[in-house]
């Protein structure tokens, strides 16, 4: 399909390094006027470029932010199919698009000066310090403003963590969760304050298990899940308690422990009564893909019916309307069937299909159930999948999106997940291509570049 995107390249006279250029301009203009510095290290291989242009693949959202500043137009116009009449062909304009939500300044075409960056941490810093003296000032309670501070900063970090890098929102949640440790530590909650302020310990816990696993340090993930139970515990709050045994067993299952991770799974269905949110169906689906790791293909079977049954008896509880990392939306479930299936060794066409529906998925996501490290595992399955029926070509075009990750999102599922492509690359038939060769280099060093935890 040719696209407005295709037509105005061509218009440009733009090759892949002119375009790649441009981009990365645009990447760090916008950078800097959103404050968000990880936007600036993003740029396209001439692969992804080409299937942009071509209306073949739907850019991440980050990219898609950075197209629309660059073009200056609706990022949906771009990839549509162009209008009748010819575009003028027009140089970059400053202007963002009002609709691609930016800060409040950039879409009223405010100036940004190179220190809106500086400025903007500076502002940050003052809140933090207002809050802290909040906090102090009610030296006898917990009062009204401090709980719903920490209600909607969980809120707010639960939903923002499938979808932004990890440095992006670390510092936000290791401060939120000390001011709950230390709230819970003094004597000023009521004892209903106390159970409130246990389920945000253990929402901020367990997220900071899944930033100590992101950043490949299970011992750690496991200590910080372990508190987020006994949180959950203390709250008194089912759905938590399930949720922690289902993050237990994604660390487990992404550090080698297949055994360990379909326990886990397990352990935290027990704990649910129907109907229940949709934590019942990410246990269901994290065992189905433990037990596929283990060879168990009835194990498999049984794990992914149990997940479409908990699907279809799903009742939204209070971790769904926080939604994020504490929800478990339908094209994570696709993600999940399809790795089960990849993992498990079978090679039919209804493996790859079941791994195209997971890509298109999250290619069609809304951004509240978009997540870009379960974006590339669902990339990273059809690679295999592709690769399991000798389809080299369309493995390349697989794990494509996945090679332009920046750094800051090679956390660890990513890593492992483009590992598997590489073990799949160098074994069989296919091992001494050169094709394959290509690929196998270009993953090597992709891994070769793990998150950093913050900006450097």
Request: with cysteine.
């Amino acid at each position: 399909m040719r696209t407005l995107l295709h037509q105005i390249i061509t218009q440009r006279n733009w090759q892949y390094p002119t375009f790649r250029g441009r981009f990365e301009k645009a990447a760090r203009e916008l950078a800097e006027i959103e404050g968000v510095p990880h936007l600036a290290t993003l740029a396209p291989s001439e692969r992804t470029y080409e299937r942009w242009y071509l209306g073949e693949t739907k850019p991440v959202p980050d990219a898609r932010r950075i197209l629309a500043h660059l073009f200056d137009r609706p990022v949906d116009e771009l990839l549509a199919p162009p209008g009748p009449h010819p575009l003028p062909v027009t140089a970059h304009a400053q202007r963002t698009p009002p609709d691609e939500n930016l800060a409040l300044g950039a879409a009223s075409g405010a100036p940004h000066s190179t220190t809106t960056y500086e400025m903007g941490r500076q502002a940050a810093m003052a809140a933090n310090r207002a809050l802290r003296f909040a906090v102090t000032a009610e030296s006898t309670s917990v009062g009204a403003e401090t709980l719903d501070h920490i209600r909607d900063e969980v809120t707010r970090i639960a939903a923002a963590y499938p979808r932004v890098a990890l440095h992006d929102i670390l510092a936000d949640l290791i401060e939120i969760q000390d001011l709950v440790f230390r709230l819970l530590e003094s004597d000023r909650p009521t004892p209903a304050q106390a159970v409130d302020l246990h389920l945000w310990a253990s929402m901020t816990s367990g997220m900071l298990a899944k930033a100590s696993h992101d950043l490949s340090d299970p011992k750690s993930a496991m200590t910080q899940a372990r508190a987020a139970y006994v949180c959950a515990d203390q709250a008194g709050h089912n759905g938590m308690r399930a949720w922690v045994r289902g993050l237990q067993s994604l660390i487990a299952y992404w550090a080698g422990r297949p055994d360990d991770a379909a326990t886990y799974a397990a352990r935290g269905a027990a704990l649910l009564a129907a109907p229940s949110g949709t934590v019942a169906v990410w246990l269901a689906a994290q065992e189905a893909r433990a037990h596929a790791v283990l060879g168990d293909a009835d194990g498999v079977r049984t794990a992914l019916l149990q997940a479409t049954d908990a699907r279809d008896a799903t009742v939204r509880d209070d971790l769904d309307a926080i939604g994020g990392i504490l929800t478990f939306p339908r094209p994570r479930q696709a993600y999940y069937t399809a790795e089960a299936r990849v993992l498990l060794g079978d090679t039919t066409r209804d493996t790859e299909r079941a791994a195209e529906e997971a890509v298109h998925a999250y290619a069609t996501a809304p951004a509240d159930e978009w997540a870009f490290g379960d974006q590339a595992g669902a990339h990273t399955n059809l690679a295999l999948a592709r690769i399991a029926r000798s389809d080299l070509d369309g493995a390349a075009d697989a794990v494509g999106p996945v090679l332009d990750l920046p750094p800051a999102q090679h956390n660890h599922g990513v890593m492992v997940s483009a590992q598997r492509v590489h073990a799949a690359l160098s074994t069989g038939p296919l091992r001494n291509a050169a094709q394959t060769k290509d690929l196998r280099a270009e993953l090597e060093l992709f891994t070769a570049t793990p998150t950093p935890a913050l900006p450097r």
